[in-house]
């Protein structure tokens, strides 16, 4: 309840932090939002739900690593965010559907 799920933005950047902790794992990406650096927290599932479901490890994003995210942002107008889908490096992108339950891994 705590996301605007009417819009949905995407970001690039790069992450500068990464948590896998209960009760959801969470990054922090550095970007240029309108040329001023910002950096930006995204919930994830729960790390028990991203191995379950898709075989995902702790090391799936990186420190360093440069994405491409779509999200929701917070309705309080911070910059949290729910992850919808991130792509990689390496070009795969792993979608976090709407339903917390299903996570879905594309090429």
């Not at 550095?30 to 479901?53: G, H, I, Q, S």
């Not at 490890?57 to 309705?75: C, E, S």
């Amino acid at each position: 309840a705590k996301f605007d799920k009417s819009e949905t933005l995407t970001l690039r950047g790069v992450v500068s932090r990464m948590e896998w902790m209960n009760p959801h794992a969470r990054f922090w990406l550095d970007t240029t939002e309108d040329k001023a650096p910002a950096t930006w927290e995204f919930e994830l599932p729960a790390p028990a739900a991203l191995v379950r479901n898709q075989g995902l490890q702790r090391d799936f994003i990186k420190v360093g690593d440069r994405l491409t995210v779509m999200l929701w942002r917070a309705k309080d107008g911070s910059r949290v965010a729910h992850a919808l889908s991130v792509t990689l490096p390496s070009g795969q992108t792993i979608e976090f559907p709407r339903e917390w339950g299903t996570i879905v891994k594309t090429q």
